[in-house]
């Protein structure tokens, strides 16, 4: 699974924003992923696009670019999907960390969207290496990505402990933060306006599944220390926060023998281990987790028990515990996307 020639670090973008109204108040932005398809300026195809929500009101999806017309990320070229991204955000601005587009062809870029204005992703710069499926959290003018399945290669089988990071408002590379306690795969993450958590692994040939929660201090650099554990979550759920709680939404457990309902909550600014919130209300993996300074939304996913992708979203209340509430659905159904919103946690 090598880096197709086509994907390189350089890429156009269109120059005209999707027409429409501006996306205005508390929302939450999701970038690609693996999804159904879409009739997009006459094309029915599995195209890459972003899509919108107010997570203040309950209601359906929006779109908010049509990204179609870059080749490079045209999922009808290569087979599969733009999977395995990741991003985070300011109160202004969304990062994009790309993962692998169709089939496992690893890419290394980093876009961003700016929130107020529909428009297609532009270039903020490249990572070091080649990679996908990294966990992000961020506070407001700093976002970091850690772990991932990750190659300088460009092909799978190199999963990685390393923490970097980039300034959001400024477009360049990422910069070395410091280093996880282990080697990590589809990790989830969220945080304070002060502190990242991140958690759950995916890393069974050579670390072993892993429940452990760790943090970092989102404003120095350096290493991430030991929080607590999850209680049966293990990896590729959802996570998101207000300022003060984390809840990690759904997941694969650990021994790999089904997809969980259970969501668990960490007070961000103590340690220890995980209470539980409630349940989600279908058992999925790679869902999306959204949140403004009150609610937090879990959209998409795939359900492993009956082996289809996810169109539904849905919501809590971080300040309670109990069970989610239908939200609305997606566009098309939708899977290991790059979600963030103007309003989360961490600002």
């Given at each position: 699974?090598?880096?197709?020639?086509?994907?390189?670090?350089?890429?156009?973008?269109?120059?005209?924003?999707?027409?429409?109204?501006?996306?205005?108040?508390?929302?939450?932005?999701?970038?690609?992923?693996?999804?159904?398809?879409?009739?997009?300026?006459?094309?029915?195809?599995?195209?890459?696009?972003?899509?919108?929500?107010?997570?203040?009101?309950?209601?359906?999806?929006?779109?908010?670019?049509?990204?179609?017309?870059?080749?490079?990320?045209?999922?009808?070229?290569?087979?599969?999907?733009?999977?395995?991204?990741?991003?985070?955000?300011?109160?202004?601005?969304?990062?994009?960390?790309?993962?692998?587009?169709?089939?496992?062809?690893?890419?290394?870029?980093?876009?961003?969207?700016?929130?107020?204005?529909?428009?297609?992703?532009?270039?903020?710069?490249?990572?070091?290496?080649?990679?996908?499926?990294?966990?992000?959290?961020?506070?407001?003018?700093?976002?970091?990505?850690?772990?991932?399945?990750?190659?300088?290669?460009?092909?799978?089988?190199?999963?990685?402990?390393?923490?970097?990071?980039?300034?959001?408002?400024?477009?360049?590379?990422?910069?070395?933060?410091?280093?996880?306690?282990?080697?990590?795969?589809?990790?989830?993450?969220?945080?304070?306006?002060?502190?990242?958590?991140?958690?759950?692994?995916?890393?069974?040939?050579?670390?072993?599944?892993?429940?452990?929660?760790?943090?970092?201090?989102?404003?120095?650099?350096?290493?991430?220390?030991?929080?607590?554990?999850?209680?049966?979550?293990?990896?590729?759920?959802g996570a998101a926060s207000?300022?003060?709680?984390?809840?990690?939404?759904?997941?694969?457990?650990?021994?790999?023998?089904?997809?969980?309902?259970?969501?668990?909550?960490?007070?961000?600014?103590?340690?220890?281990?995980?209470?539980?919130?409630?349940?989600?209300?279908?058992?999925?993996?790679?869902?999306?987790?959204?949140?403004?300074?009150?609610?937090?939304?879990?959209?998409?996913?795939?359900?492993?028990?009956?082996?289809?992708?996810?169109?539904?979203?849905?919501y809590f209340t971080l300040?309670?515990?109990?069970?989610?509430?239908?939200?609305?659905?997606?566009?098309?159904?939708?899977?290991?996307?790059?979600?963030?919103?103007?309003?989360?946690?961490?600002?």
């Amino acid at each position: 699974m090598q880096v197709s020639s086509a994907l390189t670090d350089s890429f156009t973008t269109p120059s005209a924003p999707i027409g429409g109204e501006n996306p205005t108040g508390s929302i939450a932005v999701m970038q690609g992923g693996t999804i159904g398809g879409l009739t997009l300026d006459g094309i029915s195809s599995n195209t890459v696009y972003s899509q919108f929500i107010n997570i203040a009101s309950a209601g359906n999806s929006s779109l908010f670019s049509d990204v179609s017309r870059r080749q490079a990320i045209q999922v009808g070229v290569y087979g599969g999907g733009n999977a395995g991204n990741t991003a985070l955000s300011s109160t202004t601005r969304m990062v994009i960390g790309q993962g692998e587009y169709g089939g496992g062809h690893l890419v290394r870029a980093i876009e961003y969207l700016e929130f107020a204005t529909k428009g297609t992703a532009q270039k903020f710069g490249v990572f070091i290496e080649y990679g996908g499926y990294r966990w992000t959290c961020s506070s407001s003018t700093r976002g970091i990505f850690g772990g991932g399945n990750l190659s300088t290669a460009g092909s799978f089988g190199g999963v990685k402990n390393t923490l970097t990071y980039v300034t959001i408002a400024t477009i360049g590379n990422q910069t070395s933060f410091g280093t996880m306690s282990a080697p990590s795969d589809q990790m989830d993450g969220c945080g304070s306006t002060t502190r990242g958590i991140f958690g759950g692994n995916d890393v069974a040939l050579v670390y072993g599944r892993s429940v452990d929660i760790e943090y970092i201090t989102i404003a120095t650099t350096g290493n991430a220390a030991n929080f607590g554990d999850l209680s049966t979550t293990g990896f590729r759920g959802g996570a998101a926060s207000s300022s003060t709680r984390a809840l990690f939404m759904g997941g694969r457990n650990v021994s790999l023998s089904a997809d969980t309902l259970v969501c668990e909550y960490f007070t961000i600014a103590s340690t220890g281990n995980s209470t539980n919130f409630g349940n989600i209300t279908v058992s999925r993996t790679y869902g999306n987790g959204l949140s403004n300074s009150t609610r937090a939304v879990h959209a998409g996913g795939y359900s492993n028990t009956t082996s289809t992708a996810q169109s539904t979203s849905e919501y809590f209340t971080l300040a309670t515990t109990g069970n989610a509430t239908s939200f609305g659905n997606l566009l098309s159904t939708m899977y290991s996307a790059g979600g963030a919103s103007n309003s989360h946690g961490g600002l």
